[in-house]
């Protein structure tokens, strides 16, 4: 079965950048739309942005916009969530799924983003 790895989490100031990837089976990134997602304790899991299997479309919660972007490389089978101008309520576990139908499936174990104030 098809699974996510998500990487490149960690301790950032406030106002600095990170880029996360997320690499998967050909299988995965060669059928289907691709999300960012981040939790933080207590708290729903929430979208920050989905991209379309070509990567033409992109959309994005509210209060990303302007500051995360979503790329995906299908060749290398690899989504990226560039952020920059970090605050720190981006604090959370970032996760990335596969959009199969109505459910993100394929759901890595998540990385680590801390900013600090």
């Known amino acids: 079965q098809g699974q996510l790895v998500e990487s490149g989490g960690g301790l950032v100031q406030a106002g600095g950048s990170l880029r996360l990837s997320c690499v998967g089976s050909g299988d995965i990134f060669g059928h289907y739309p691709m999300g960012w997602f981040r939790q933080t304790p207590g708290k729903e899991r929430e979208v920050v942005g989905r991209i379309s299997w070509a990567g033409t479309d992109t959309k994005y919660a509210d209060s990303v916009k302007g500051r995360f972007t979503i790329s995906r490389d299908n060749d290398k089978n690899t989504m990226y969530l560039q952020m920059n101008n970090l605050k720190p309520e981006d604090t959370a576990v970032y996760y990335c799924?596969?959009?199969?139908?109505?459910?993100?499936?394929?759901w890595g174990q998540g990385t680590q983003v801390t900013v600090s104030s």
């Open positions: 799924a596969a959009q199969v139908g109505p459910k993100d499936e394929y």
